[in-house]
């Protein structure tokens, strides 16, 4: 005993047992795939469905009640294999301009033929006509810097876009190109789909569980894709004006070092974008060239890419591909080797030092410490802010500001005694040595008042050559320093009994005792 | 290169020609021109058959009529239009110049 189902061709109607109905689907199936939902091929398939409704009458009779599978044989051997079908389509008619009767659209397939994993990249590659290297690089640069987005991405198409079986598939899958006037039409087609699943879905009321539940997920993939094709035309738009935006951005703070414009305005890019500070010689030029090509390249292709998924135009993708790539490494080598060479102007490290100066007399036991703000300048205006160095930009000129470290031990004699440690690097050690003696820094004392400069400057026009200032305070033993709030900061480590941390040391004196430097009770 | 390939591409092209010629002397459906096919011995399958009719059609060359029918659903009852007849004189011209061309070379 089989199980029949009702169906209806044509407008009649016909009894059908289950072998029959699963090989007439496919059937159907694969002929309406092929001539897909535009008009002309809606006709073709009417005609073809009305034909084959006459075959069944001509074959049921009061013996025969039901369509079997052997009837679907013969149908298929009178109507023809589906391939022998497509044999006779014309090739050329795709080529006509004007008013196109395509019927071989280019429908978002998986290719199972070329896949590393679901076949997703090389699918979207045939669909878009980008090379399936560029897609990949696109999901792995997405995963690396969009906090793993892509890979939900590739998981939700792996599910979403089914996967090109037949052949009639494949060739849809790179069917006719796909431009801004076909992308209205094959919305169109997409939504039809949509619709056309739909309604079916809507006839199969009943016990067909089984069926219904295909239909279901044929019919949510149906309009999914819909959804994706139409975020795609708009991540198409969104690429080519975020790396535009992002590009124009960019070369403008080469020349502002502030930007203005775009969704980096305001912010401050640190010392690559000012090479002349570092470097000398050609290798500026040098290095500034390899980080345009670093950054910018990357920023063109997002807009080349954003370009390609909207209009439709012929591109050699391997050879742009392999250029931009040449041209980044070759900005990556640029960098990197003009780094290289500049690190010999690092190499040796040089110390001076001044002499040891002891300060004057003055009445009562305890030195004040204060510290000077010796050269006025707001943060806007710094434009490098590393560790401890500043440069910034005042009357037009680039000065190199640095924060001095100051220690504080006990004195071998009775006085006060300040010493002033220079350091600095240099390509051989009398280089550096004298780079060490160009840093100026200066303080005073006022009686019994220590004011120190918050900042040693370079000689306008110096390099920095990681340039240090240490000042080691002596403070002889029974009398006591008083370190402003402000001074804090510039403590390196001063050793006390208590082993209060610098930042905790400001604001309060402290007596130089045998043991070391304790904090006084007033 | 499979033989049945270059038989297939052959055949494509002389369809066409084919089915405005029987149309051309009497209206017919498509079961007609098949049964004509098959006399003239040339090997098709009926849903070749159908795809071709549409575009013929919507290129002009063709116009139908429903005709109601006892065996099932409407029929269309095809027939040739003026720019079809003119269309296929223009085949006979060519097909004659391949047939001498062809034999020339074979010759």
């Known amino acids: 005993m089989k199980k029949t189902f009702t169906i209806n061709i044509s407008g009649s109607i016909f009894h059908i047992d289950e072998d029959a109905y699963e090989k007439l689907q496919v059937y159907l199936r694969s002929i309406n795939a ?16 009305s034909r084959i409704s006459e075959i069944f009458n001509e074959k049921l009779s009061s013996k025969d009640q039901v369509v079997t599978e ?17 044999e006779t389509d014309n090739e050329e008619e795709e080529v006509v301009s004007g008013t196109k009767r395509s019927y071989r659209r280019r429908r978002l397939f998986r290719d199972p033929d070329h896949r590393v994993f679901g076949g997703v990249a090389s699918g979207l590659s045939a669909y878009f006509g980008i090379d399936v290297v560029v897609i990949r690089l696109i999901f792995v640069l997405l995963f690396v ?48 789909e949509v619709k056309k699943n739909f309604d079916n879905m809507r006839e199969k009321t009943g016990p067909q569980v089984r069926d219904g539940f295909d239909k279901g997920v044929d019919f949510a993939g149906s309009a999914l894709r819909l959804i994706l094709k139409i975020v795609l035309i708009i991540l198409g738009l969104g690429l080519i004006i975020a790396g535009f935006i992002s590009l124009l951005t960019f070369l403008g703070s080469l020349i502002f070092t502030t930007t203005v414009v775009g969704p980096f305005a305001g912010m401050h890019f640190p010392g690559a974008f000012m090479p002349d500070m570092f470097f000398t010689g050609m290798g500026i030029k040098l290095f500034s060239l390899g980080l345009m090509l670093v950054i910018g390249i990357p920023l063109i292709l997002l807009i080349f890419v954003g370009i390609k998924l909207l209009v439709k135009f012929k591109t050699n993708n391997k050879a742009i591909g392999l250029t931009a790539l040449a041209l980044w490494l070759g900005g990556i080598v640029l960098m990197i080797s003009v780094g290289l060479t500049q690190a010999k102007s690092y190499i040796s490290s040089g110390t ?27 943060w806007h205006d710094a434009n490098v802010d590393l560790d401890g160095v500043k440069i910034i930009v005042k009357d037009d000129e680039k000065l190199v500001l640095g924060e001095p470290t100051l220690d504080i031990k006990k004195s071998s004699s009775d006085n006060f005694e300040i010493i002033m440690k220079k ?42 050559r990681n340039q240090k200032l240490h000042i080691i305070l002596k403070v002889p033993e029974g009398k006591a320093v008083f370190i402003d709030e402000d001074v804090d900061d510039i403590l390196d480590d001063v050793k006390n009994v208590t082993n209060t941390y610098d930042r905790d040391m400001g604001g309060k004196k402290w007596i130089m005792k045998k043991e070391g430097l ?4 007033d | ?46 849903g070749t058959l159908y795809p071709l009719l549409t575009r013929l059609k919507n290129a002009g060359l063709l ?21 079809g007849r003119a269309f296929l004189g223009e085949l006979d011209g060519s097909w004659q110049e391949l047939v001498d061309a062809v034999t020339t070379v074979k010759g």
């Open chain 1, 34 to 49: 092929h001539y897909g939902a535009s008009e002309e091929g809606r006709e073709i398939i009417a005609d073809i469905e």
């Open chain 1, 70 to 86: 052997s009837m679907i044989d013969e149908v298929i051997t009178i109507m023809g294999k589906p391939e022998e079908i497509f």
């Open chain 1, 145 to 192: 810097f969009g906090y793993g987005f892509s890979f939900l991405l590739y998981i939700i198409l792996w599910i979403v876009v089914p996967k090109a079986t037949t052949t009639a598939q494949k060739l849809e899958m790179k069917g006719e190109r796909v431009n801004i006037s076909n992308i209205e039409k094959s919305i169109k087609d997409e939504y039809q």
């Open chain 1, 352 to 378: 001076t030092y001044a002499d040891t100066e002891i300060l004057d007399d003055f009445d009562g036991q305890t030195i004040y410490l204060r510290s000077e703000k010796n050269i006025d300048f707001n």
């Open chain 1, 423 to 464: 350091n600095s690097r240099g390509r051989t050690h009398d280089d550096a040595v004298e780079n060490a003696e160009e840093i100026k820094y200066s303080w005073k004392q006022v009686d019994s008042l220590l004011i120190l400069d918050e900042y040693f400057t370079l000689p306008v026009g110096d390099k920095w």
């Open chain 1, 518 to 521: 304790t904090k006084s009770r």
């Open chain 2, 1 to 46: 290169m499979k033989i049945e390939n270059t038989k297939a591409q052959m055949r494509k092209g002389v369809l066409e020609y084919c089915i405005l010629s029987i149309l051309s002397k009497n209206d017919a459906y498509a079961s007609d021109i098949i049964k004509k096919l098959k006399e003239a011995k040339m090997i098709v399958v009926e």
């Open chain 2, 63 to 83: 116009s139908y009529r429903w005709e109601e029918s006892t065996q099932g659903p409407p029929r269309k009852y095809y027939g040739i239009t003026d720019t």
